[in-house]
């Protein structure tokens, strides 16, 4: 198999693989707070999600409290 079309062939495979494996995903293009639930496609994240921010652009994900924040897994990308 070449290696154009792996290429071409793990990008057609890699989208449907995340999709498999996030529980809530990042939804606000300009940035924002963790803890608002309308930034995720399914709410705030806790420790049994795995998120993922692979929204394209250029944004802060900003959390506004001290304590710290569990998830089963994060994906970053985008």
Same mark, same amino acid.
């Given at each position: 198999m070449?290696?154009?079309?792996? /290429?071409?062939? !793990? @990008? ?5 693989? *995340? $999709?498999?494996?996030? #529980?809530?995903?990042? &939804? ?6 963790w ?8 709410? /705030?994240?806790? !420790? @049994? ?5 692979? *929204? $394209?652009?250029?944004? #802060?994900?900003?959390? &506004? ?14």
């Open positions: 070449s290696r154009s079309l792996l /290429v071409l062939l !793990a @990008a057609l495979v890699a989208p449907s693989a *995340l $999709a498999q494996i996030c #529980t809530t995903s990042w &939804t606000n293009a300009a940035g924002g707070s803890e608002t639930a309308a930034n995720w496609d399914a709410g /705030v994240p806790d !420790a @049994a999600d795995t998120v993922c921010i692979t *929204l $394209a652009g250029t944004y #802060t994900v900003a959390t &506004t409290t001290t304590s710290s924040r569990t998830v089963a897994g994060i994906v970053l990308g985008g």
